[in-house]
């Protein structure tokens, strides 16, 4: 036997074996998974970033789909837990063979960060602001979103323009709640705002009246209130039973329709305020996708909805530029595929940019998506009122108002 030519034959086959590969995931198309709080304090939040990765899914495929074949989704439910996060996320690579997995929470997130390393699936959020992730993002872990440190930041730049003399934070116990409360009070005391009372309280009480106690008896001129859904409710009628009549800074588990549906109207219109990182509304991309949003759907895109719609962008751009069709191969093109190359803003741009063999920088619905070594773009936000049982744009601030 001629050993010699016994390894090039072998070599052939597997390198027609290999090569065989993309045109084989090409046929099947490939699935992602879309790993959200359906239920729970954020469910809100998670069908609105199913819907929207949907939306984008369908844009990707409508222009013909990837290299890799069509897109096709996998949704689960984490109800909020980490645990069940981590169980959904390994069955859809063990099982569904995602390729990538979108739409963890904060918490689900940081638990899933080993999975996505250990099996190569890179997992995308567009609304884990957690600063943990400022840390240990990065390689295999992304966000669309910027860090809870941004929120921080905005919120206490709003509450030292309202011209405020006397504020209170009532701040529920979570990493993701006191970190950028950290944040927002150090701008308050800077300004020389009187803080009156910074308290920590814990979720999941039939009654907040105690911890109501002494910031209702320093009758401050407004209430910083960085609070879940369940437990911001409570404290809004709370506070407005015991004759609360300042104003409300509230973060962003509040800014959806629904509370108007729990507290009186009349408690938050004209009076309430709710921070929010959101995209600007002024750039042609993100006009576009609000006017495709609303053709498709008939509404007008829902908070973290631009965020959302880019992740879907991000994978499909990223199996578009990639050497294969694998989780490992889209980690390697993602970051490349946001800086550097010809600005595209839809994939049917970036698809007939790479087919010429240019590299791409897709400009998302939610802005520019230059990662930090975290993973992490920087972020604008929004200021909305509480307008006639509505949120109501307020106040934006660019990215550019915290460098």
């Known amino acids: 036997m001629n050993f010699r030519k016994t390894m090039t034959a072998a070599a052939a086959i597997s390198t027609a074996l290999v090569s065989a590969q993309p045109l084989l995931a090409a046929e099947d198309g490939v699935t992602v998974g879309v790993l959200v709080p359906l239920t729970g304090e954020l469910g809100e939040f998670g069908k609105i970033v199913a819907d929207a990765v949907q939306l984008g899914v369908d844009e990707v495929n409508a222009a013909g789909g990837t290299r890799c074949g069509p897109l096709s989704i996998a949704v689960a439910d984490t109800g909020g837990s980490a645990e069940q996060a981590i169980r959904e996320a390994n069955k859809m690579i063990d099982t569904e063979h995602a390729v990538a997995i979108l739409g963890p929470a904060s918490g ?4 899933l ?9 890179p997992m995308m959020s567009p609304y884990a602001g957690t600063i943990t992730l400022n840390e240990i993002g990065g390689d295999y872990v992304y966000r669309t979103v910027s860090s809870d440190l941004g929120d921080g930041a905005a919120s206490g730049l709003w509450l030292t323009e309202k011209g405020y003399k ?5 701040v529920q116990n979570e990493e993701s709640t006191i970190s950028p409360a950290q944040v927002a009070k150090a701008a308050v005391e800077a300004a020389g705002i009187e803080l009156t009372d910074f308290i920590i309280y814990n979720p999941g009480q039939p009654s907040y009246q105690a911890e109501l106690i002494s910031v209702l008896a320093h009758d401050p001129d407004a209430i910083y209130l960085a609070g879940g859904q369940e ?4 404290v809004l009628k ?7 009549e300042g104003e409300w800074l509230l973060t962003a588990d509040l800014a959806v329709p629904e509370v108007f549906e729990s507290v009186d109207p009349r408690v938050l219109n004209d009076r309430a ?18 006017e495709l949003t609303v053709e498709k759907t008939g509404k007008e895109p829902g908070p973290f909805a ?17 050497d294969a069709c694998t989780g490992e191969a889209l980690n390697a093109a993602l970051r490349g595929i946001t800086e550097g190359g010809e600005k595209v803003s839809t994939f049917a741009a970036a698809k007939q940019a ?9 400009e998302g619905a939610a802005g520019p998506l230059t990662m930090d070594e975290s993973g992490t773009p920087a972020g604008a936000y929004m200021v909305k009122k509480a307008t006639d049982g509505a949120w109501v744009d307020e106040k934006f601030y660019a990215a550019s108002a915290f460098e």
Not at 113 to 121: H, P, S
Not at 231 to 234: A, L, R, Y
Not at 313 to 322: D, G, K, P, R
């Open 108 to 111: 689900e997130m940081v638990a």
């Open 113 to 121: 960060v080993d999975l996505a390393k250990r099996k190569k699936t």
């Open 166 to 170: 006397r504020v209170a934070f009532l």
């Open 231 to 234: 437990s911001g409710v409570t």
């Open 238 to 244: 709370e506070a407005a039973s015991g004759g609360f």
């Open 273 to 290: 305020y709710v921070e929010i990182a959101e995209a600007d509304s002024s750039l042609p991309e993100f006009k576009a996708f609000s």
């Open 306 to 322: 631009a965020n959302s719609y880019d992740m879907a962008m991000l994978t499909a751009i990223s199996l578009e530029a990639a």
């Open 354 to 362: 790479i087919s010429e063999g240019k590299d791409v920088d897709y």
